[in-house]
C-alpha cells in the first residue's frame, strides 16, 4: 500500500461556472495542481527533474465520479495515492473534499504514462524511479 | 440505436499548455461546447429550453482516454451519440477526431443526470424530453 | 491615501501557457481573486454581501503593463490600493510581484463600477459602502 | 492607415462566469485567437514562421474597456487594426462585436514586443516583416 498524499486548493472565483459551482473541467486543473506539488514536495522527485532526465508524463485515462458541487469559498482538499505501476504506467487514484467535515466532492482514477521527450514515446518507468515512488 | 452527431470546435491558442498540446482538462470544455450546440441544432432543445423548465444538467460520471495529442491549427470534430436513459441518467459517449483523416484523439463515456433547479436533487427525465432525444 | 493590500497567489500548472509563462489573461484572474479576498478580509464587505445587498461589480476598464514573465513555482503577491471613487466608479490601482525578491511582474489599473442587479444598471455607490472601503 | 481585419469567435460555454456573461479574462483570450488566425491568414505570416525565425510576440501593455457584456450564443468579431511600429513594438486596436446588428462589447490597445527567443531579448522589428505586416 502506497502513502495518501493531500494538497489544499483554494478555489479562484475564474474556476466558477455559470452554475455557480466549480467548473467541472477545473477538477481536472486541480488534480493536476495536486500532483505537481506532490512530486516536489512528497515524493521528492519534481516534474523539472523527469525533465532534465528527458521524460514528461501524459495522462492516458481519466475516470471521475462528480458527488458534490464545490463553491467559491470552499477549501478543498485533493488526496492521491499511487496504486499500482506497470510498463511505462502509473495508476492514481485521488479524492476531492470540501470544508472541515471533509465531505467528499469527487473521486476518480488516473492513468499516467510516462513519456521520452525524445522520442515521444511512453518507456518502462526506470526502477530508480519507481522506488522513489513507492512510499 | 441513436444518432451519432458532429461539432466542429476550433483549437484557441488559449487551450494550449506548456506541453505545446490542448491541455487536458480542455477536453471536457470541447465534450461540452458540443452537447450545447447538438442539443439545440440537433435535439431541438436547448440548454435555455431546459432552464427554462426548471431544469438543469450536471455531469455525475465522466471516463476518458486520451490517444491522441491535440495541437494549435488542429480541427476538431467532437462526435456524441447517446447510449441509454435511466431515471435521473442519461449516458453518452463521445469520440474526439481531428483532421481530414479523422485521427482518434480521445474517446469516453459521460453520465449527465437532469436535476430539478428548485430543489436541487436529480428528477427522473420526463418522457417528453426522453422522446426528443431518442433521434 | 488609501491603504495597499495584499494577497498571495499559488501558480497552477493550468495557468501556464505554451510560452511556458503564466499565460498573460490570467494576471486577469490573479487580480479578481486578490479583490475577491481583500473584500472579504480586509474590507469586511464581500461580494456575498454586495450581491445579497442587490448589487455586483463589473469591469470597466483595465489597463496593465506586462513587465516580467511568472513562471510555475513563482509566489505571486497582488497588491491592490484604491484610488478613487466617482459616482458609480471605483478606480483601483495594482502591482504583481514575483518571489522574495518582490520583482515587478505587473503593474496596472482597474476601474469597476458597481451594477444593481435589478435594473442592471450602474448605481451612485452607496455612502456606507464607501465608508467602508475608505480604509 | 493600415487594414483591418476581423476573425469570428463562438462563445463556448466554459468562457461564461458565474455573473452569466463572457469572463472578463477570455475577452484577452478572444484577441489572441483573432491575432493569431489574421496573423495566418491576412498577414501570411503565422506565428508558427516568427518561431522558425527565432522570434516570438510577447505583450507589453493591453488597455481594454468593456462596454457590453458577451453572451453564450452570442457571435463576437474581433477586429484589429495595425496603428505603428516602432523598434521592437507594434501597437494594435482592437474592437470586439456581437451579433448582426455590431454592438459594440469592447475595444482597446495592444502594445507587443518581439522578443528573440535565444536571448529573451526585444528586438526591433526587422524591415521585411514590417513591410509584410504594412498592409
Excluded: C
Aim: hydrophobic residues 40%; proline residues 2%.
Amino acid at each position: 500500500m502506497y502513502s495518501v498524499f493531500e494538497s489544499k486548493i483554494t478555489v479562484r472565483p475564474d474556476d466558477i461556472d455559470m452554475n455557480n459551482h466549480v467548473h467541472y473541467s477545473k477538477y481536472l486543473d486541480y488534480l493536476l495542481a495536486a500532483r505537481y506539488e506532490q512530486m516536489h514536495r512528497d515524493y521528492k522527485m519534481s516534474m523539472h527533474e523527469f525533465i532534465d532526465r528527458g521524460f514528461t508524463w501524459f495522462v492516458s485515462n481519466i475516470s471521475i465520479e462528480f458527488k458534490r458541487a464545490m463553491k467559491l469559498g470552499d477549501l478543498v482538499f485533493v488526496k492521491t495515492q499511487i496504486q499500482s505501476y506497470q510498463g511505462a504506467q502509473s495508476t492514481v487514484k485521488f479524492w476531492m473534499e470540501i470544508g472541515e467535515k471533509r465531505k467528499l466532492a469527487a473521486e476518480g482514477i488516473a492513468v499516467y504514462s510516462l513519456i521520452s521527450t525524445k522520442s515521444g514515446r511512453p518507456v518502462r518507468i526506470p526502477q530508480d524511479i519507481v522506488e522513489k515512488y513507492s512510499i
